[in-house]
């Protein structure tokens, strides 16, 4: 943007009177018309570049008014160059409202997650040898969980991750599934937390490393959010979904683990 000699060049035009410090009404008009025309980044006074690489942008001054002079000498360039612009220079087509309603959601539940209202992650992590057994365990409690099995014992990494549903999913567990011990593992704003659970009541508490290596190695991934499911499915761990059970084939599973005897039975 011109810095402004050249609105002192035009009145010198209009006014060749040296240093006179007297404006006829016409002559002040005419002056202010110049400064608005500056602010406006008028296109006669400040013509936009068409040399390559240029975009129409002028070199940076050290003054405000430059500033806006070089904005409004882009738009111009911009609009005046239109059709002949390339395709990825183009404007970006406005989101839907769909997927402005997605971004919104997605930011929402991000939020929340930081603030520790819904956990990042959660994971009861059992004993059990099998990830079908736990997965009908937790369809006959009444758990969303996808279910993956390990030498070390089998994890039901839980979906309902809202207020204290990961709580309430280690005491429903650990209620209908009598003497089975299970350690809730929580991510809440970055925070882990692991707990002890037997017989609905929550117990010992257990620092993460105490957790980590006690743990199968993928327990650790996915609580840090270093990993998916999706990339333990690629790994070849075998995952169930407790959905994928109805109540009947969960009983069945169950009786196939089920040992009886002398008035009493154990899962095995």
């Not at 975009?55 to 405000?64: C, F, K, N, R």
């Not at 930011?107 to 603030?115: I, P």
Request: aromatic letters at 4%; one cysteine or more; glycine letters at 8%.
């Amino acid at each position: 943007m011109a810095d402004g000699s050249e609105n002192g060049e035009d009145f010198d035009s209009r006014d060749e009177r040296p240093d006179d410090l007297h404006f006829s009404d016409a002559e002040l008009e005419a002056a202010l018309e110049g400064f608005e025309q500056e602010f406006e980044g008028d296109d006669s006074a400040h013509p936009a570049s068409s040399e390559p690489g240029n975009d129409g942008v002028a070199s940076a001054t050290p003054d405000a008014s430059a500033a806006f002079g070089a904005t409004a000498e882009s738009d111009a360039a911009n609009a005046a160059e239109g059709s002949n612009a390339p395709a990825s220079e183009s404007p970006s087509v406005p989101q839907s409202p769909s997927d402005a309603a997605a971004s919104a959601l997605d930011f929402d539940e991000e939020l929340r997650g930081l603030v520790g209202d819904k956990a990042k992650s959660a994971a009861l992590i059992t004993r059990l040898a099998s990830a079908r057994l736990l997965a009908a365990f937790c369809q006959i409690s009444d758990i969303s969980a996808d279910c993956i099995g390990s030498d070390q014992g089998a994890v039901a990494v839980l979906r309902n991750l809202d207020g204290d549903a990961p709580e309430a999913a280690a005491k429903d567990l650990t209620t209908v599934v009598s003497g089975m011990a299970a350690v809730l593992a929580v991510n809440r704003a970055d925070k882990l937390d692991s707990t002890l659970y037997l017989h609905g009541e929550a117990g010992q508490t257990f620092a993460p490393p105490i957790l980590f290596a006690s743990a199968p190695d993928f327990v650790e991934d996915l609580m840090l959010g270093i990993a998916t499911l999706a990339d333990l499915r690629k790994q070849g761990l075998h995952i169930i979904d407790s959905a994928s059970l109805d109540h009947d084939a969960a009983m069945a599973i169950i009786a196939e683990h089920t040992r009886f005897g002398r008035g009493a039975s154990h899962i095995r």
